[in-house]
């Protein structure tokens, strides 16, 4: 069975950091890009950002919102893939997804994890 | 970046009803659309794929169609468990971009 599960959410101060991590199982890690996609209180969905795999040296894209302030990585032996989020706004704060794909055009984000919520606040 | 359009933004319908949204882009992104659907408080499902391959498992009263700028799902005859939010999501190119969503209810 296909599992995502994130973790690391929660409360940060605006300014403050926090790495979102997505655990991953039931398929084979290494041949599958991660998105993460967010999703602020009552409002629609925004993608956040990719991560490729090895044989497409990792490389990554970012929405403009979260260029320059969030990275993405992965770590292949753990099956994770983080999200590196510094220099937290309000505006950020959000149910944050990590989503399975592949490395075709035509075919991205078909499972999802369930989430996990940060909350942007003094 | 590629915008998404969606219309309408909200309906009304009943059950055994034929339910149409339309997803517009801003640029042409060939068949790079996919569409979701989502329940409050739940995690978003891949309905339809590559603007019209149906995601397995899905009920085949759900289609997708369109190339371009312009696609559309259809629900042939709504049921119960199909009222929700409706997303398309463009990856055609990068970023990229969700539509607002159309949320379908009673």
């Known amino acids: 069975e296909v599992q995502l599960v994130e973790s690391g959410g929660g409360l940060v101060q605006p300014g403050g950091s926090l790495r979102l991590s997505c655990a991953a199982s039931g398929f084979t890690f290494t041949d599958r890009y991660i998105d993460w996609v967010r999703q602020s209180p009552g409002k629609g969905l925004e993608w956040v950002g990719r991560i490729r795999n090895k044989p497409n040296t990792y490389t990554t894209e970012s929405a403009a919102s979260v260029q320059d302030r969030f990275t993405i990585s992965r770590d292949d032996s753990q099956n994770s893939v983080y999200l590196h989020m510094n220099s937290l706004k309000a505006e950020d704060t959000a149910v944050y997804f990590c989503?399975?794909?592949?490395?075709?055009?035509?075919?991205?984000?078909?499972?999802w994890g369930q989430g996990t919520l940060v909350t942007v606040s003094s | 970046d590629i915008q998404m359009t969606q219309s309408p933004s909200a309906m009304s319908a009943s059950v055994g009803d034929k339910v149409t949204i339309t997803c517009r882009a801003s640029?042409?992104?060939?068949?790079?659309l996919t569409w979701f659907q989502q329940k409050p408080g739940k995690v978003p499902k891949r309905l339809i794929y590559?603007?019209?391959n149906l995601q397995s498992g899905v009920p085949s009263r759900f289609s997708g169609s369109g190339s371009g700028t312009e696609f559309t799902l259809t629900i042939s005859s709504l049921q119960p468990e199909d009222f929700a939010t409706y997303y398309c999501?463009?990856?055609?190119?990068?970023?990229?971009?969700f539509g607002p969503g159309t949320k379908v209810d009673i």
């Open positions: 999501l463009q990856h055609s190119s990068y970023p990229f971009t």
């Open positions: 640029q042409g992104i060939s068949n790079y």
């Open positions: 989503a399975r794909s592949t490395n075709y055009w035509d075919d991205v984000v078909d499972y």
């Open positions: 590559a603007s019209s």
